[in-house]
T-cell receptor, first 115, second 113 residues
Framework: AQSVAQPEDQVNVAEGNPLTVKCTYSVSGNPYLFWYVQYPNRGLQFLLKYITGDNLVKGSYGFEAEFNKSQTSFHLKKPSALVSDSALYFCAVRDYGGATNKLIFGTGTLLAVQP | DGGITQSPKYLFRKEGQNVTLSCEQNLNHDAMYWYRQDPGQGLRLIYY???????QKGDIAEGYSVSREKKESFPLTVTSAQKNPTAFYLC????????????FGSGTRLTVV
């Protein structure tokens, strides 16, 4: 069965420090991977995706993610965190189990950036 | 601008009432989805639709109903059979193919009073 895991419920980082939000996946085919961000009482916003090609994917707001096939991971990174990056982050993977458009979401990681 | 609109933003329901949440998109997307989000939890899929006049149950469909009479619209009805409907509801849409990910609406917060 397809699945995606975000092992950390919360990540705390000081402003200006690099941040990493972890995601691992399990799929039966080629992984299509996505990161979304959610601010309080808002919908999810797309950050970036990996479909194929370069393992380092650059996205919105200075975020990037590294696809690692051997470790089945797709960690979200940013070189220098901002207080405004504080939000809930979701990793998602395309579901190969039926409807090919459907995404499977992780449980979310709350990023808290301290000033 | 193209986008996906959910209304209302806040909704209050009395015990035993049915309420309908609206979701409209002008992105020409084929597929549409409804998710429920509870505090401290992730997204749980309620229903989804790949094409007009067709929809499938998600993981937590009990107590909910949907229709897909138009490509642009995918309303969700929360029925009185849903015993704990207080939650944040998110609608999403996407193109066919699996490459594009979802576009989300801004959500509806439903509270039982």
């Amino acid at each position: 069965a397809q699945s995606v895991a975000q092992p950390e419920d919360q990540v705390n980082v000081a402003e200006g420090n690099p941040l990493t939000v972890k995601c691992t996946y399990s799929v039966s085919g080629n992984p299509y991977l996505f990161w979304y961000v959610q601010y309080p009482n808002r919908g999810l916003q797309f950050l970036l995706k990996y479909i194929t090609g370069d393992n380092l994917v650059k996205g919105s707001y200075g975020f990037e993610a590294e696809f690692n096939k051997s470790q089945t991971s797709f960690h979200l990174k940013k070189p220098s965190a901002l207080v405004s990056d504080s939000a809930l982050y979701f990793c998602a993977v395309r579901d190969y189990g039926g409807a090919t458009n459907k995404l499977i979401f992780g449980t979310g990681t709350l990023l808290a950036v301290q000033p | 601008d193209g986008g996906i609109t959910q209304s209302p933003k806040y909704l209050f329901r009395k015990e035993g009432q049915n309420v309908t949440l609206s979701c409209e998109q002008n992105l020409n997307h084929d597929a549409m989805y409804w998710y429920r989000q509870d505090p401290g939890q992730g997204l749980r899929l309620i229903y989804y639709s790949q094409i007009v006049n067709d929809f499938q149950k998600g993981d937590i469909a009990e107590g909910y109903s949907v229709s897909r009479e138009k490509k642009e619209s995918f309303p969700l009805t929360v029925t009185s059979a849903q015993k704990n409907p207080t939650a944040f509801y998110l609608c999403a849409s996407c193109r066919q193919g699996g490459y594009y990910g979802y576009t989300f609406g801004s959500g509806t917060r439903l509270t039982v009073v």
